[in-house]
């Protein structure tokens, strides 16, 4: 395996885990080299969208430990998803013990340590009973699957260009956008397109009643700083970022003052540093934010340099994950 220049796409492993939901209760897991699934075709998943998934990621550290980030996280908001899609939502145990599996099921396509890619686990609930009518699924499955990889974005820790996108909503004020279902990145694909035709990798959506606020990028939250101040979006219809959530915590620590509110577009002008962070992004400074209706573009920095405050989150945070760092609020689990 090239390690080093590994990008973010599938990659098979030897194992995956997997538990069915079957008269109130998760079967013990089953281990699997199998790549497939078997469904119903008139299973709730492929009609009503019965899905949630997740995404975290596990790193070799600086000492030869594997470290999962976040994990109990990930966990909860699987289990908000499928609270609101009305799923059975796996147990916290499930889930530890199925990522912890399926990690050490595949320990050597965990990336070796100084190659900067590490090993992501993604979780995957599936609503497999057969309805017609437009009724939650009475059988469930919850697969958990991981995969080798490097930088979401092929700029890696360079700044990214974005558009924003005033045409289409990748979800809606009162609708799914705070829980993590599939149906948010098929709204995502159409506009995702036309940007990267346009040569951005990532769109920034808007909030969908009045496209006044930032609301995300198509695959992480968006953050600025200015004066010394972390910003970021408030609003019903983005997804809280596991990233974003520990990074605030960072930069409360470097003496940052953190903002959790609405923000404006038109605030963009203010920003000395932008970034789109997630568990696949990571943190991604922003150096070009295109406005298309308005033929404006917004330079970040020097545009191309990542910014200083974006380059000391991000390496506090590598840090950690990684085991180069102390973890003082044990966001690792160590396997
Ligand atoms: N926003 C969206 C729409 C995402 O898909 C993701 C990725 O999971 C994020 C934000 C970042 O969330 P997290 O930091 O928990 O990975
Ligand atoms: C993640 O950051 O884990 C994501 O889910 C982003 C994308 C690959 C869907």
């Not at 596990?58 to 980030?69: C, L, T, Y």
């Not at 620590?253 to 903002?259: A, P, R, S």
């Amino acid at each position: 395996m090239d390690w080093g220049n590994l990008g973010f796409g599938y990659i098979k492993t030897d194992w995956n885990v997997r538990s069915t939901w079957r008269d109130g209760a998760w079967s013990p897991l089953e281990m699997t080299d199998s790549e497939y699934l078997t469904l119903h075709m008139a299973s709730t998943c492929l009609h009503y969208g019965q899905e949630a998934f997740e995404g975290l990621k596990a790193f070799r550290g600086a000492d030869g430990k594997v470290r999962i980030f976040r994990l109990e996280e990930n966990a909860r908001r699987m289990i908000r998803t499928a609270e609101y899609t009305m799923m059975a939502p796996p147990t916290m145990e499930l889930f530890r013990e199925a990522c912890v599996e399926a990690v050490k099921r595949n320990e050597k396509y965990i990336p070796p340590y100084g190659t900067g890619a590490s090993l992501y686990i993604r979780p995957l609930l599936i609503g497999t009973g057969a309805q017609v009518g437009v009724k939650p699924a009475k059988e469930y499955m919850f697969v958990v699957f991981v995969t080798p990889v490097g930088p979401y974005y092929k700029e890696g820790f360079r700044p990214i260009s974005v558009m924003v996108d005033r045409h289409h909503d990748r979800s809606a004020p009162l609708g799914t956008g705070f829980v993590k279902v599939g149906g948010n990145y098929a709204a995502s694909l159409l506009s995702g397109a036309e940007a990267a035709r346009a040569n951005y990798p990532s769109v920034l959506y808007l909030d969908a009643c009045e496209k006044k606020y930032i609301d995300e990028c198509g695959a992480a939250n968006f953050f600025a700083i200015r004066d010394g101040v972390y910003i970021t979006p408030r609003s019903t219809s983005i997804l809280p970022s596991i990233t974003n959530m520990s990074i605030r915590q960072l930069a409360t620590d470097f003496g940052l003052k953190v903002e959790d509110r609405e923000v404006e577009f038109a605030e963009i002008p203010t920003f000395e540093e932008a970034g789109a962070c997630g568990t696949a992004a990571v943190i991604s400074p922003i150096g070009k934010i295109y406005d298309p209706d308005n033929e404006k573009t917004y330079i970040l920095g020097d545009g191309v340099t990542p910014g200083p405050w974006c380059v000391k989150l991000y390496d506090a945070l590598r840090a950690i994950q990684y085991g180069e760092a102390p973890d003082p609020r044990n966001w690792n689990t160590i396997i």
